[in-house]
């Protein structure tokens, strides 16, 4: 009977412990750049630029491993380890988040020194009050996406100076527009396991960007910072997962851009193509500048099959993103979350 006791309080512990949660995911991303960026992203980017990329992601406890191309990672959180894995090299190489932090934070410092001074024509916005609009609405709009039944969630927001309109003052609107389906259930680990990572490296952004390409972009539209944080943090409190989000960034002249420009295309003249490359000094000037002439050069620009930006007159699409989640499966193996047979460690 002492044994009986002991067998069943063994089971009884066994059911009691948490089981251990596993998601693994599908999903297909691009990003497309407009105007004279976008056509030179499109001849030197190759497949994976004109088509997008399709990521797998695998995560089970403290352990996550996504594959996208050529390269992959795998973030331990328990070893606070980051394993970079070349799949096309068969070699991977590891670092800790301490020496990740300090290599985001000498991006964001490179990346600050780099950036052009502004010009006399590019206003500073040093000194100036910046205001962040958001509005998030239900469009009414409902769709099948790969087998969830959806709905449209827009969100929009807009950075600009205060107490003037933004089209008086020219500034940056980010607009999503977002298909949520009824929260599915294995994606909770998922999220949960992003977070955990997000704030052992104290950043917002989670492993989802690479710390060059964000510093610099900061560096270069300094309200992308303010707006992005903003939109994620907006993102997490609609009731749903998320199964495609189509998110553009435009840039908007102020009032006397666009007269500036109304006035140079008297009579109009041809651009070179050097002379339709953006400024990269500030969203505030030389983007605002190309703004008050880029509503019909982006639909002129558009690729084949893909719809029109929807730029109005005074407003230059800077970039769309897409993402789109294509599967969800709670089978995870070990093989899922291990550095690939074979791999060898460069250091």
Known sequence: MRVNRLVIASLLILVALPALAAVKTEEKSQVQFSGAIGRMMNLFGG????????????????????????????????????????????????????????????????????????????????????????????????????????REVVMTVSVYEKGKKIEESGGMVMTGHMWLTPRIAAMKEMEEFDLRYAQKMASIYGSAVNAEQMAAAMAMYPYMKDAMAKFQAESVNMDGTTVLTSTTMEAVASREQAAQQQAQQQPPERESSSSRIPSMGGILGGLGRRAARRGSDDKQEAPSGAPASGSSPGRATIMTMNNELVKVSPDVTDADLAIPAGFKLKK
């Open 47 to 150: 497949k994976a630029m004109r088509e997008g990329l399709t990521e797998t992601a695998a995560v089970k406890g403290n352990r996550k491993r996504t594959v996208m191309g050529d390269t992959g990672q795998i973030i331990d959180l328990d070893e606070e380890k980051i394993y970079d894995l070349d799949m096309k090299d068969r070699s991977y190489r590891v670092m800790t988040f301490e020496e990740m932090r300090q290599r985001m934070q000498k991006a964001m410092e490179d990346a600050r020194k780099q950036a052009p001074p502004a010009t006399s024509q590019q206003p500073q916005a040093e000194g100036k009050e910046m205001q962040i609009d958001f509005d998030l609405k239900e469009s009414g709009q409902r769709k099948t996406i790969n087998g969830y039944d959806c």
